[in-house]
C-alpha cells in the first residue's frame, strides 16, 4: 500500500514562516512530479507547487518569490518552505505525487495539513 505521509503546517502569523514535509511510504517506483496542493472551503483544489525528478519547479504565480519546493528522489521526499506568508494561504495542503505501483501511472494524495496564517 503507498501512502503520502505530511507533516508540519500549523497557525503562523502574517509574514512568518512554516514548512511542509511529505514522504511516499511504500512501493512506488518513477514519481513524477511531486507538489502540494491547497483548497479552501467552496473553492477548488489548486497545484502551489510541484517539482519533478531533474528538479524542475513549477509555482502558482501567487506564491513565487516566497514559496520553495525541493525533493530528495533518493528518500522520496518533497518539501514546501512557505516565507512571508499571508493570511490568504490558509488552506488545508496536500501533498501529490504520481507514481508507478504496477504498470501505469497514478495520482497518489496526502491526508491534508492544515495551514493558517493568523494574528
Known amino acids: 500500500q503507498v501512502q503520502l505521509v505530511e507533516s508540519g503546517g500549523g497557525l503562523v502569523q502574517p509574514g512568518g514562516s512554516l514548512r511542509l514535509s511529505c514522504a511516499a511510504a511504500g512501493s512506488m517506483f518513477r514519481i513524477n512530479p511531486m507538489g502540494w496542493y491547497r483548497q479552501v472551503p467552496g473553492k477548488q483544489r489548486e497545484l502551489v507547487a510541484e517539482v519533478t525528478s531533474d528538479g524542475s519547479a513549477n509555482y502558482a504565480d501567487s506564491v513565487k518569490g516566497r514559496f520553495t519546493i525541493s525533493r530528495d528522489n533518493a528518500k522520496n521526499t518533497v518539501s514546501l518552505q512557505l516565507n512571508s506568508l499571508k493570511p490568504e494561504a490558509t488552506a488545508v495542503y496536500y501533498c501529490?505525487?504520481?507514481?508507478?505501483?504496477?504498470?501505469?501511472?497514478?495520482?497518489?494524495w496526502g491526508q491534508g495539513t492544515q495551514v493558517t496564517v493568523s494574528s
Open positions: 501529490h505525487a504520481v507514481g508507478v505501483i504496477f504498470s501505469a501511472p497514478e495520482h497518489f
